[in-house]
């Protein structure tokens, strides 16, 4: 039997922006509740919670760790996130594990780039959300404009649960403004003027308690707790509370508005498919089935792979046999450890609401599903900074495979690309500070040093017109020869066209057979009549037509959106291989090619760039100048606007520094791959010229 009753059990991640101090949060709670007696300072490199080398040098957490402690007779189970962009993979992650995110803002800073995103994130999951304001012994604190901030950028929901008595050093305690005490005085803002505003959103979530409160009947504690989880579960309430993690005021208050305002696991409602692809609602029952998910994987150079699972249904026990969603065998689970940061502990069993892990189980990626019901996909963001990776000393190109390997499995918001054109390894990452930390634990783990440089951009080529020819390639040296001809038509194949109404016997009278690759946009037709290239050799043809296409006519850049019409052709009962027609294949193409109206194609990226209101004219200014397209703009709340752009990715590769020198470090942007357009003429012929002046260098 789980340890732990489902109503007992609450899961927090706290979130927010970096240096408003999550992590020293965590530990004091760890410290204030017994859970770990050693002190922890993040300024002293003892945190409990940043415990990786990397986020010791750089003081700032890197990844999400999991801790637990009890109080009130309740078990929590906290998640610490990093608290920069580019780290949100880590956050994203943890929030699938939990039902509440507590949102820290620094009180001295407000409102930050990462608050916004983290609040928003929180919304999309479904989760209930408090706000914990800190550092409220900090000097120049704007109490009353900060909170005015906040609930123009959040809503009104955001209300004061406790209000602070003194501010800055005088930060020397907080009246709690749902049960208003006799005294207070010293109160920065008045306590009775937020208490009825505040109750009375509690008790309209519950027709009969407000029935009874209007006819002067106060609700009870228990209702009140009650009435609690159903306001911020429903998002009616997002409750304020002020705490100086360094003196240690307010500690003691948050935890108790911690054990009164988050959820259980059965405030959350959750889904999945079973599968045959009905929607199933997911009950916290410890002898349902079990639906469980990896949210998180770590690897420990000592204990290798861990993998963090979150229990939504049915009870997970060592030593048992398994399924996982998309895998045919069932799984052995040897060992489950219950985690507290770096430390692990062994335990029997896990139970709805409870998150466990499991070691060097290969099987499990993130985001796999144990038991036979599927969980929605975790809504990893797509990296787009990319940079071309290589090691330093040679002979570790094997090594590199390998530590990269590991990266990916821990880090959904990384990942790696052999680019067969460019010939380069080109990693990806949410950032330039993502890429070098990845760097960093490389060296430290794997003792793999990389250089990383801008990649090639990734240009494709293709065609704007038809076009009819042949080649025949025939070469006599002594013995057997060489004879394969092949003639060809060629057309553009724009993205999106329907193969079914293009390739018809009005515009292919002679088509026989059709071949279709969705990856490249390439369909090529087999029209020939009677035996002039017979049917043994009509893979080589193929072979050669991809052959060059994946070499590139214009620049070496991959062929896309092209159709091909094999239609006529001859052969030699004797000289006639497939290497004949494959290199007749190759060439015919690039011979029809250069006479398509050939032409370059370049990757466009769709951008969500959020910014100050003041700083909008000069990012559409800066957008335009990179020959974007400004699509519109959103309300991203308080003073900030979302501009909605697309753009060459060859104009947006170092955009990261370029926002933060506009706004000041207070911007942020999202990136996608949307499309391929045409590299306006002149750019396609510097990047030609180029092109051919590295070949012409290669050759010598």
Partial sequence: MAKYEVQ??????????????????????????GAVTRPASVDDRTSICDFEEEEKAHQYTIEAKLVHFDYAGKHFQVADTPGYPDFIGQTIGAMRAVETAAIVINAQAGIEVNTRRVFAEAGKAGLGRLIVLTKMDAENIFFDKLIHSIQETFGQACKLLNVPVGLGPDFRGVINTLKLPPDTAGAVVD??????????????TDEAVMERYFEGQ????????????????????????CVSAKTGVGMPEL??????????????????????????????????PLVAQVFKTRVDPFVQKISFIRVYSGTL???????????????????????QAAESEPIEEVGPGEIAAVIKVEELQTGSCLGEVTLPPIPFPTPMVGMAASPKAGGDETKITAALG???????????????????LVIYGMSELHLQIIRERLKRRDKLEIEL???????????????????????????????????????????????????????FPEMKEIHYDPEWNFLWIDSIVGASIPGNFMPA?????????????????QVQDVCVEVFFGKHHPVDSSEQAFKTAASMVFKKVFLEAKPALLEPIVRMEITVPQKNVGDINSDIASRRGRVLGMDSAGGDFQTIIAEVPLAEVTTYARTLSSITGGQGSYTMEFCRYDFVPANLAKEIIEKAHRKEEEEEE
Wanted: charged share 30%; with cysteine.
């Fill in 406 to 424: 590991k990266i990916c499995q821990e880090d959904p918001t990384f990942r790696r690309e052999w680019d067969p054109q460019t010939k380069e």
């Fill in 218 to 241: 106060e609700p009870t504690d228990e209702e009140i707790a009650r009435l609690m989880v159903q306001a911020v579960a429903s998002g009616a309430l997002i409750p304020i509370v």
């Fill in 541 to 557: 043809v193929e072979k050669g037509f991809r052959e060059r296409m994946s070499k590139g006519v214009l620049a070496g850049y």
């Fill in 8 to 33: 007992q059990i609450r899961n927090v991640a706290f979130c927010g922006h970096g240096s408003s101090g999550k992590t020293t949060l965590v530990d004091k709670l760890l410290n204030l509740t």
């Fill in 317 to 339: 026990k060592k030593e048992s046999a398994v399924p996982v969603v998309d895998q045919r065998k069932p799984i052995k689970i040897a060992q489950l450890l219950k985690m």
């Fill in 453 to 507: 440089k801008e990649p090639k951009i990734p240009y494709r080529e293709t065609i704007q017109g038809n076009a009819e020819g042949m080649y025949r390639h025939k070469k006599q040296t002594g013995g057997r020869g060489q004879f394969g001809e092949v003639w060809i038509r060629m057309w553009p194949l724009p993205p999106g066209t329907n193969i079914e109404q293009f390739a018809t016997k009005e515009r």
């Fill in 255 to 288: 935890l108790d508005a911690l054990a009164l305002c988050c959820l259980p696991p059965t405030a959350v409602r959750r889904t999945g498919k079973k599968a045959d692809g009905t929607e199933v609602e997911i009950l916290p029952d410890p002898s349902g």
């Fill in 191 to 204: 306590p009775a003027s937020i208490h009825t505003p505040l109750l009375e959103t509690l008790i309209e």
